[in-house]
């Protein structure tokens, strides 16, 4: 069985209610995808200005985004040492407008990114084709396991 400490900081835009929905949705998707023994996560749930900061700081980009993940190294050696896999950092504004803009619900939108933030720490990417249509079926996997909807179906 994995055991994974997930430390989580967030401004105060995010509410109880959705800190623990992020927390359960990381538990959920790390023990369906992982079988390493003792795991950390650190997330920031934040808003627009300083995921913007982190943006462009980090991959120069000079625009908010949804959600950032920071993989980390742990080289530890000792047997009881837990492996950091990194960081994630969703901004609320850009969940709140992206799920508004397509008419999706904020919970599961924000389900999705907390998926595709722990992806991108495991070690998936979408930078191709191939390796998209790999991490969004692991993605939509998780997701109808939860009883969320596959957020890649357009709506008719």
């Known amino acids: ?10 401004s105060d835009e995010w509410n109880k209610k959705e800190i623990s929905l992020v927390r359960k ?9 992982s079988n390493k023994k003792l795991t950390e996560i650190s997330v920031r749930l934040t ?4 995921i913007q ?16 993940s920071f993989c ?19 901004s609320k504004d850009t969940v709140l407008r992206e799920a508004n803009e397509s008419s999706k619900n904020f ?11 722990l992806l991108h720490l495991l070690g998936y990417s979408h930078d191709k084709e191939k390796e ?15 009883g969320i909807p596959n957020p890649y179906e357009v709506k008719k």
């Open 1 to 10: 069985m994995s055991n994974i400490l997930i430390d989580i900081s967030a």
């Open 132 to 146: 998209a249509l790999i991490m969004e079926g692991i993605e939509v996997e998780i997701l109808n396991d939860l």
């Open 25 to 33: 949705i990381l538990l959920f998707s790390f023990k369906s995808l």
């Open 107 to 117: 919970e599961q939108h924000l389900s999705h990114l907390g998926i595709h933030g």
């Open 72 to 90: 980390s190294l742990n080289n530890s050696s000792h047997p009881d040492a837990s492996d950091i896999l990194g960081d994630i950092v969703i």
């Open 53 to 68: 900061m982190l943006n462009k700081q980090f991959r120069d980009k000079n625009s908010p985004t949804n959600v950032l």
């Open 47 to 50: 808003g627009d200005e300083e």
